[in-house]
């Protein structure tokens, strides 16, 4: 059976893909982007994240843990990494949901069997599913699995991926899938490497190939102040998809919505905290955009 | 809006409601004067003309639609005769500061000395109360049930299109036919119905003679007018109500002033409740609109300015306030005409037409509580209908809620009505159906369907008072299993079930017998044809709900005692009682697992939902089908209106979590914060509810401005509701959370913990964000699509 590491099931998604979706979110990314507002999503792995102001003292994780990792300082219980096994007794224990494990290994059945919950919806809205991450390609023999299962059963597919992939697998895979999410962030090489952990050559060069094979491709592009918002980046986005043929660019402007998931899962957020694009910004771009023969829209 | 919309929208807005105490002084005149000397219903129509023939009346300034209930805009009448407020009563409403009426001391006076001597012992209520036995008045002290009757009388219905095709002599001339008919040979009742019947004329004649008295104000007041286009519409006014209501309208005009009249008769006669409405108004005007169009003695202009002098009339007539502990514990201005849009016509082809999305702009621009107003989505509804709607519910207002048209229409099918009837009806008041100028369905009051779930808990015992209300179905820790606990909850709920139906047959008798309304009835069908009254059997269809309230709080408190007491084991039944009884004071780590850890409706978990399903059957069960005393039957309804609340106040901490006094579960939403999966599973789990055996169910659901942004925010909200309605949903409340609810949010996080914040590529709940980034959203929230 296969199976892999699911972070999230969402359904009623109405940003990620035509009409009314589910998006599924697989864990795990080759790239660590700085604004990244998932950093759940971003280790392979099983991760345990605490809710403090969820805590209500009652102790009863101490108490379970079977590896002693978890101490109760004044009320609070403080969980030592090294110790946890990842087992989740404390999370099946703990009443109040302030011990939360992300990512939950799933089957292709299981995962399908939430999928179709909200059929009703996406015939009624020519919706569908998205799976995104992390990287789903990341999982590509689970993903296939589930892109064949959907496919079987005529629900419409997207896949979000940051491109960051060999080429063998995404070229696999393509035939399945009806729509692409393909995250565009920076064109100079050693800036993306800088802010996404790698260089964007790959990327690029399967953006290039995907797309003359297959016209299924929206590109999203993530609007971020200061980092890749400049003209000349913006420029040179507009001009290297005018070569291609895509469907449209999508932007997505900055948030820091997700700010907090940092703390919980005691990471530090590498960005200083940067103000959202304003509207007359984000225009400017679509004007830019627009002239190189792109269909842009404003959001997902 | 237009300067003149402008003027009397905001004077509407800006009056002080205030008691009027005109009415209750007429009406104690002419029951002085009449009372003993004819026969009831005779007397009821001779109270409708005194009132009529001398109450005060007045035409504003620019107002080109008129009469009032009061003397002028926003005064309220009182109802003596249904039920007499004290001079506490009085003070309360006056003095206190949010939903006050103003009362003159002169008025307080009046009523001391006159109102109050002549009906303390006379008015229903006192008579109500005193038919009723032991055992319903310790029901209804604890709160199982509410009584409707005991403050109003039965209403809950709304005009159909008669009243465009007939006019008051044309019903004169069906009266006296009916009168001519009587077969005092044979029919034992034929007294009583050319009683009936004489009454009804008595009205008809009176409502015309009313409309003479404007026409004389207009003339009167045309007379000295200097300013001349006003002058002229002195004079129209003049002509539109000598023509109408004694005459079926000839335009556009004179069919809006023509229910107008209708309206401010049926809600003088009696207080009913105010649901009473135009219904179908799209429908029913529209075919004035087209031929006047066509003949160019309309404009679209014009026909707005009509409808939204219109609207303002609706907002003109404040509810009337209770008395007593009910005055105390509710405010509102407001009452519940509720004006159905679209739907299907009466050959089942689509019944959107380019009057609707007029009617809609009106809703759009006037932004008033009342009239409230409705979609009543087809599959044949144009999506452009359903889109332009959904533009209004996202200014975040309130309106218009939407309904299932075809479910509207399949539930009256199953009731019996013939395809047409059911084809003309809709909804009203919150969410009820009825066949509109046919049917009198009546609500007859709410069912605390937790406080009987809580009496089961204790074996019969009402642990508020210690009061032994329920029967003895079992120490709960004698109960070895779920289908027992289950059991033992159908056998109280059969034994209050009948407490309120015997307590509703005599009601609905002293109704039918003290309390006539031969006005309503005149344009009710059959009630002419049969010479009987509206509250005696003379609709067409004669319905009675019993209005269930709290299935989400009773559904996740049986869930938790399936789940952790029968199967789990996690707590025991003795343990759980005393938690319960303690509040879970000391005990908030069980508290926390039964919020947490258990399956609860609304999150597509069959699990809860087949619970949900079990209590709604039993429900339905132990009341559809229960004959009434008017020759119809008993059904049964899923809305609270404000109900959750007072049930909560009276019932304990209940398993799901919830503690004592806390609101319970409103409508067929789920528990407040329980549903944690958005807006589909939702909809899954309210869907699951088979609720083509109701009258109408209640689902709200909140959503963040955000999700409704955009083109696309629209799109899906339409794809969302044509979801649930295809799933057989009958209704859906959308309500865009304001500031003030993410506000509510942060410091209540448990019961708001289904609040979406959705953002591409990332999506989060309210609660899971820092205070900062909530405030940001409440600011960001603060500037949409106002």
């Known amino acids: 059976m296969t199976t892999g590491i699911i972070f999230n099931i969402q359904r009623y998604s109405i940003h990620d893909g035509p009409g009314i979706r589910t998006t599924v979110f697989l864990k795990g990314c080759p790239l660590s982007c700085w604004w990244c507002q998932n950093p759940e999503s971003q280790l392979s792995g099983q991760e345990m994240i605490f809710w403090g102001d969820?805590?209500?003292?009652?102790?009863?994780?101490?108490?379970?843990?079977?590896?002693?990792?978890?101490?109760?300082?004044?009320?609070?219980?403080?969980?030592?990494?090294?110790?946890?096994?990842?087992?989740?007794?404390?999370?099946?224990?703990?009443?109040?949901?302030?011990?939360?494990?992300?990512?939950?290994?799933m089957t292709v059945e299981s995962v399908i069997k939430e999928i179709e919950k909200d059929l009703v919806f996406y015939e009624e809205s020519d919706g569908g599913v998205t799976f995104s991450g992390g990287e789903p390609l990341g999982q590509s023999e689970f993903l296939e699995s589930l892109l064949n299962a959907c496919q079987e059963k005529k629900i419409h597919t997207a896949v979000d991926?940051?491109?960051?992939?060999?080429?063998?697998?995404?070229?696999?895979?393509?035939?399945?899938?009806?729509?692409?999410?393909?995250?565009?962030?920076?064109?100079?090489?050693?800036?993306?490497?800088?802010?996404?952990?790698?260089?964007?050559?790959?990327?690029?060069?399967?953006?290039k190939k995907l797309s003359s094979a297959y016209h299924n491709i929206s590109v999203r592009f993530p609007v971020i102040p200061g980092i890749n918002d400049d003209d000349q980046n913006i420029r040179e986005t507009g001009e290297f998809l005018s070569s291609l043929k895509i469907t449209?660019?999508?932007?997505?402007?900055?948030?820091?919505?997700?700010?907090?998931?940092?703390?919980?899962?005691?990471?530090?957020?590498?960005?200083?905290?940067?103000?959202?694009?304003?509207?007359?910004?984000?225009?400017?771009?679509?004007?830019?955009?627009?002239?190189?023969?792109?269909?842009?829209?404003?959001?997902? | 809006m237009n300067e003149r919309v402008e003027k009397l929208r905001q004077e509407s807005l800006d009056t002080q409601p205030y008691i009027s105490i005109e009415r209750a002084n007429l009406v104690t005149e002419?029951?002085?004067?009449?009372?003993?000397?004819?026969?009831?219903?005779?007397?009821?129509?001779?109270?409708?003309?005194?009132?009529?023939?001398?109450?005060?009346?007045?035409?504003?300034?620019?107002?080109?639609?008129?009469?009032?209930?009061?003397?002028?805009?926003?005064?309220?009448?009182?109802?003596?005769?249904?039920?007499?407020?004290?001079?506490?009563?009085?003070?309360?409403i006056n003095d206190r500061e949010k939903i006050a009426f103003k009362v003159s001391e002169e008025d307080k006076k009046i009523q001391e000395e006159k109102i109050i001597p002549y009906w303390e012992n006379r008015s229903m209520r006192g008579r109500i109360f005193k038919e009723m036995t032991r055992q319903w008045k310790d029901c209804y002290e604890a709160g199982i049930f509410t009584e409707f009757m005991e403050q109003r009388a039965p209403g809950h219905t709304v005009a159909d299109d008669k009243i465009y095709h007939k006019g008051f002599l044309d019903f004169q001339k069906d009266i006296k036919k009916s009168l001519q008919n009587l077969d005092y040979l044979n029919d034992v009742e034929s007294y009583q119905k050319q009683e009936e019947l004489k009454a009804m004329l008595i009205c008809a004649k009176a409502i015309i003679s009313f409309a003479k008295r404007y026409t004389d104000k207009a003339l009167e007041l045309a007379r000295s007018e200097k300013n001349s286009p006003r002058k002229m519409e002195l004079l129209k006014i003049a002509e539109v109500c000598s023509h109408v209501p004694a005459n079926s309208p000839r335009n556009f005009w004179e069919a809006l002033q023509m229910y107008w009249f209708v309206h401010v008769g049926v809600i003088s006669e009696l207080n009913t409740w105010d649901s009473f409405n135009p219904g179908r108004l799209d429908q029913h005007l529209y075919p004035f609109y087209k031929k006047e169009l066509e003949e160019g003695t309309l404009t679209e202009e014009k026909a707005k300015e009509l409808l939204e002098c219109f609207w303002i009339k609706f907002n003109n007539q404040p509810a009337p306030p209770k008395v007593g502990v009910t005055l105390a514990e509710s405010g509102t201005y407001t009452d519940f005409a509720n004006i159905n849009n679209g739907g299907l016509k009466i050959d089942g082809e689509d019944g959107v037409n380019e009057l609707t999305y007029l009617i809609l702009d009106v809703i759009d621009e006037m932004r008033l509580l009342q009239p409230s107003t409705n979609i009543q989505l087809s599959r044949k509804s144009p999506d452009r209908f359903l889109k332009r709607a959904g533009e209004i519910i996202r200014k975040g207002w309130g309106q218009p809620s939407v309904f299932n048209a075809e479910k509207v229409i399949e539930e009256m099918l199953r009731q019996g009505k013939s395809i047409e009837d059911a084809r003309c009806g809709g909804t009203s008041g919150c969410v009820e159906t009825g066949a509109f100028g046919k049917e009198s369905y009546i609500l007859t009051g709410y069912f605390n369907l937790v406080k009987v779930l809580e009496i089961t808990l204790n074996n019969g015992i009402d642990p508020r008072t210690g009061k032994k209300i329920g029967i003895e179905t079992g120490e709960p820790i004698q109960l070895n299993s779920f289908a027992e606990l289950l059991q033992a909850f159908k056998n109280q709920l059969h034994h209050f079930i009948d407490i309120k139906i015997r307590g509703n047959n005599i009601i609905e008798r002293l109704y039918a017998i003290y309390m006539p309304a031969p006005f309503l009835s005149i344009i009710i069908s059959d009630c002419i044809e049969k010479g009987k009254d509206y509250n005696a059997g003379g609709a067409r269809y004669n319905t009675d709900y019993i209005q269930g309230v709290g299935i989400g709080t009773i559904t996740d408190s049986l869930s938790v005692i399936k789940y952790h007491v029968f199967e789990h084991k996690n707590i025991s039944m003795e343990k759980l009682k005393k938690v319960l009884k303690g509040n879970f004071a000391g005990h908030e780590e069980v508290r926390q697992l039964f919020l947490n850890k258990t399956p609860r409706y609304g999150n597509d978990d069959d699990y809860a939902d087949d619970i949900m399903k079990l209590v709604f059957n039993a429900f339905y069960q132990e009341v559809n089908g229960r004959k009434n005393t008017k020759g119809g039957v008993y059904r049964i309804n899923m809305l609270p209106t404000t109900c959750h609340i007072y049930f909560g106040s009276v019932a304990g901490a209940t398993p799901d979590g919830r503690k004592a006094g806390q609101p319970v579960s409103e409508g067929i939403s789920p528990v407040q914060g329980a549903d944690r999966l958005g807006p589909t599973a939702v909809i899954k789990s309210a869907a699951k509810m088979d609720q083509v055996k109701t009258g109408g169910t209640l689902l709200n659901q909140k959503f963040t401005p955000q999700l409704l942004e955009g083109e696309e925010g629209i799109n899906n909200l339409a794809h969302l509701i044509r979801a649930y309605f295809k799933l057989g949903g009958h209704h859906i409340q959308l309500n865009v959370v304001s500031s003030a609810t993410l506000r509510a949010a942060q410091k209540e996080p448990e019961e708001y913990r289904n609040l979406i914040v959705r953002v591409a590529g990332y999506s989060d709940y309210f609660n899971n964000l820092s205070k900062t980034l909530q405030d940001e959203i409440i600011s960001r929230t603060e500037h949409q699509f106002c």
């Open chain 1, 248 to 300: 449209q660019v999508n932007l997505l402007p900055y948030h820091y919505i997700g700010i907090d998931k940092y703390k919980r899962l005691g990471r530090t957020y590498k960005l200083v905290i940067t103000q959202p694009p304003s509207e007359e910004k984000l225009s400017e771009i679509s004007g830019i955009l627009s002239k190189f023969n792109l269909k842009v829209k404003l959001r997902g």
């Open chain 1, 161 to 207: 991926t940051s491109g960051y992939i060999s080429w063998e697998i995404l070229e696999k895979v393509a035939p399945k899938v009806n729509l692409f999410l393909y995250d565009l962030k920076i064109m100079d090489s050693e800036r993306h490497r800088k802010y996404t952990g790698v260089s964007n050559e790959i990327i690029l060069e399967n953006l």
């Open chain 1, 54 to 105: 969820r805590c209500i003292s009652c102790g009863a994780c101490s108490a379970i843990c079977p590896s002693s990792a978890i101490q109760i300082k004044n009320g609070i219980p403080i969980t030592e990494k090294e110790k946890c096994i990842l087992c989740g007794k404390c999370i099946e224990k703990c009443p109040a949901l302030a011990r939360e494990m992300i990512g939950k290994k």
């Open chain 2, 30 to 92: 002419a029951y002085q004067k009449y009372a003993g000397t004819v026969s009831i219903p005779a007397l009821r129509a001779l109270v409708f003309r005194h009132l009529l023939e001398n109450k005060s009346i007045s035409i504003g300034e620019g107002e080109i639609i008129v009469g009032e209930r009061g003397e002028h805009p926003q005064a309220t009448p009182s109802f003596p005769e249904l039920c007499c407020h004290s001079i506490e009563d009085f003070n309360l």
